[in-house]
């Protein structure tokens, strides 16, 4: 079974940094597209940076220059780094990727379980 795990998540003061992993395994083909999104109390779950296949990457507005996604296509990980973080920032962190799995060769897109960050004013 194809499964996303995140870690790195927790409490942080403002100006502090988290760096976010998530792991993809399971019987995996290949792996297109995987990003990170965010959902807040009371608030849509938005996208918060991309990193395609073919190495573009695409961020939100509100964090660029404060966070960087990073692929290792070798352990099926993707990474965010967070540096000078705020409290707006505070939300759970979703990790996400187009997989495609061996036993159906059928692309889907799969989510991690989400891991909490809490950045303290």
């Known amino acids: 079974q194809v499964q996303l795990v995140e870690s790195g998540g927790g409490l942080v003061q403002a100006g502090g940094s988290l760096r976010l992993s998530c792991a993809a395994s399971?019987?995996?083909?290949?792996?297109?597209?995987m990003g990170w999104y965010r959902q807040a109390p009371g608030k849509q779950r938005e996208l918060v940076a991309i990193?395609?296949?073919?190495?573009?990457?695409n961020y939100a507005d509100s964090v660029k220059g404060r966070f960087t996604i990073s692929r290792d296509n070798t352990k099926n990980t993707v990474y965010l780094q967070m540096n000078s973080l705020k409290p707006e920032d505070t939300a759970v962190y979703y990790c996400?990727?187009?997989?495609?799995?061996?036993?159906?060769?059928?692309?889907?897109?799969?989510w991690g379980q989400g891991t909490q960050v809490t950045v303290s004013s």
């Open positions: 399971g019987g995996i083909y290949s792996i297109n597209t």
């Open positions: 996400s990727a187009r997989v495609l799995p061996l036993t159906t060769m059928t692309s889907g897109d799969y």
């Open positions: 990193f395609t296949s073919g190495g573009t990457t």
